[in-house]
């Protein structure tokens, strides 16, 4: 009975280890390629969705341990947008990168901010990053001669960043990419800088034509702002474009979703929009009152380089409504009747936002 019981313990002992073990390997890295690959993770995406896009990128080895790495592991807010990862990232990594956009590297310091994020999430990872605090960062973009100095040092920065109704002065003006930073002691003004100095050159590229727009770079942002929140594919962003530029010059409202979540400082995801909040008289607000042939007064998040070159450079439809998917998927339609017809696919597949009173 003893050596029966000594053999069941031992297989008992070799069936964790060989199971951990094998956990161990499949949360492991899938190669030593660390070429960056462009991944795309639509709004609402569950743990499960985003396996099989990892799995199909051949980022992770497996659909299962991955699911159970998250529940066990308890990782959650996992944020919507595009990011670039390597097949040499493990599970832990990748995960990490997926809620916060940046891969936590002992090695490196860096800051990464994600397009179509706001200054209160940069804010926040100024403050995990850096000896700095969020109210810092508050505190600057209030600072009027701070505001001053940079009007007279970047063309593209005026006075329409001091307008009262802006909540955030510099939202929009911070381009989305990954800083390297000397250590924590860094300042806000030293990130701000090297964010605007950014923007400048992506910016530089477009000023002859910049300077022969009606609009001008403040709108340009402005409207590069909400084409990027309304388009997670690149390829879709023209046609949106194109979209609220028509709705404009018809003197209609935006009636864009994404301004109105801006409005009531509600990240989109985190749960949907009440009818107060939509109805709402707000310089913000695009689905709101005497809001007809106006931009939202402001940027309302970070822009990519190809929202910028969408809002210069429209495609040329006649389209005048689109809607997105809770997967990010974009409709375009002609007439309001199309318009409505499409929404009501949408409910039927269980594809739309649903709004509370």
Do not use: C
Request: no cysteine; net charge negative; aromatic share 10%.
């Amino acid at each position: 009975m003893k050596k029966i019981i000594i053999v069941v313990v031992a297989l008992i002992i070799l069936l964790i280890a060989g199971t951990f073990i094998t956990y161990k390997i499949l949360t492991g890295a899938v190669s030593n390629n660390s070429t960056e690959k462009e991944v795309t993770i639509p709004l609402g995406s569950s743990a499960t969705s985003i396996a099989k896009i990892l799995k199909e990128n051949n980022l992770i080895k497996s659909e299962v341990v991955f699911k159970a790495y998250v529940k066990l592991n308890k990782v959650s807010d996992f944020q919507a947008g595009t990011y670039y990862l390597k097949e040499s990232m493990n599970l832990k990594e990748i995960t990490e990168m997926l809620q916060t956009g940046i891969m936590f590297d002992p090695n490196e310091s860096s800051i990464t901010y994600i397009e179509g994020k706001n200054i209160k999430w940069l804010a926040n990872m100024i403050e995990k990053r850096t000896n700095n605090s969020a109210e810092d960062v508050y505190s600057l973009l209030k600072d009027e001669q701070y505001l001053d100095s940079l009007i007279e040092k970047y063309w593209f920065i005026t006075d329409e960043i001091k307008n009262g109704d802006i909540y955030y002065s510099l939202e929009g003006y911070l381009f989305p990419d990954t800083y390297a930073i000397a250590n924590e002691d860094i300042t806000v003004k030293q990130i701000f800088e090297k964010m605007l100095d950014r923007m400048e050159e992506i910016l530089n590229e477009y000023k002859d034509e910049i300077e022969n727009e009606n609009l001008s770079v403040h709108e340009i942002l402005t409207l590069a702002s909400v084409i990027e929140l309304e388009s997670m594919h690149q390829e879709d962003r023209k046609d949106v474009a194109s979209v609220l530029y028509n709705r404009l010059s018809k003197n209609m409202s935006l009636g864009s979703d994404v301004t109105t979540y801006y409005s009531v400082g509600i990240n989109m995801g985190d749960r949907d929009l009440y009818k107060v909040e939509i109805n709402a008289e707000n310089p913000y607000n695009t689905r709101g009152p005497n809001m007809e042939g106006k931009l939202p007064v402001g940027p309302i998040a970070s822009v990519s380089k190809s929202s910028i070159e969408a809002a210069i450079n429209p495609n040329n439809t006649n389209y005048l409504f689109f809607v997105a998917d809770k997967n990010g998927k974009v409709y375009f339609t002609n007439t309001n009747a199309e318009h409505e017809q499409m929404i009501q696919d949408l409910v039927d597949k269980g594809l739309w936002y649903e709004y509370e009173d």
